[in-house]
T-cell receptor
Framework: AQTVTQSQPEMSVQEAETVTLSCTYD???????LFWYKQPPSRQMILVIR??????QNATENRFSVNFQKAAKSFSLKISDSQLGDTAMYFC????????????FGKGTKLTVNP | GAGVSQTPSNKVTEKGKYVELRCDPI?????LYWYRQSLGQGPEFLIY????????DSGLPNDRFFAVRPEGSVSTLKIQRTERGDSAVYLC????????????FGPGTRLTVL
């Protein structure tokens, strides 16, 4: 079974600075996706960024980018120019392609952006 | 149109009671997922529907939990003889499989069993 580990329960960053959230995963599969989801206090899970395992190029979405190291099974999220609205729980998730394509989540990292 | 909706937003019940939680997916989404998020944890998979059928129910913790999706749209998660350990946020997500595999989540139902 796949597992996802987020080793940083909490992190904080000053507004406008850069922060990196860590994620490692364990799988024997080759065809999968990795995701970062944001969950603000409203509980609504919002997709931040997606990475397909077969793509070597790291995904980027505006201020959000990932460092995908497939051999090391590492998938970190970098947030540049942090904004107060980035304050939330961030979850790393794994999805095996095919079958039910259910998401396997880590325990999350609580990010606080300070003014 | 609208995103995934879930009702009720909050549900408080007593131990031993029966509860139903409802999920309205995005119109046209054939795949529907239920997850359970306990305090301080990430969501955990419960069940997956493709159309009307439960294609994967491997995450249901025991036979007190059951879910249906009779017309391939709205889904109901049913919990019998609730226990205090069932207290959690129950999240529903829907997707168009094959379209970037993105699951769109609802705001969840917070269930509290007293």
């Amino acid at each position: 079974a796949q597992t996802v580990t987020q080793s940083q329960p909490e992190m904080s960053v000053q507004e406008a600075e850069t922060v990196t959230l860590s994620c490692t995963y364990d799988t024997s599969e080759n065809n999968y996706y990795l995701f970062w989801y944001k969950q603000p206090p409203s509980r609504q899970m919002i997709l931040v960024i997606r990475q397909e395992a077969y793509k070597q190029q790291n995904a980027t979405e505006n201020r959000f980018s990932v460092n995908f190291q497939k051999a090391a099974k590492s998938f970190s999220l970098k947030i540049s120019d942090s904004q107060l609205g980035d304050t939330a729980m961030y979850f790393c998730a794994f999805m095996q392609k095919g079958g039910s394509e259910k998401l396997v989540f880590g325990k999350g990292t609580k990010l606080t952006v300070n003014p | 149109g609208a995103g995934v909706s879930q009702t009720p937003s909050n549900k408080v019940t007593e131990k031993g009671k029966y509860v139903e939680l409802r999920c309205d997916p995005i119109s046209g989404h054939t795949a529907l997922y239920w997850y359970r998020q306990s305090l301080g944890q990430g969501p955990e998979f419960l069940i997956y529907f493709q159309g009307t059928g439960a294609a994967d129910d491997s995450g249901l913790p025991n036979d007190r939990f059951f879910a249906v999706r009779p017309e391939g749209s709205v889904s109901t998660l049913k919990i019998q003889r609730t226990e205090r350990g069932d207290s959690a946020v129950y999240l529903c997500a829907s997707s168009l499989r094959g379209l970037h595999n993105e699951q769109f989540f609802g705001p969840g139902t917070r269930l509290t069993v007293l």
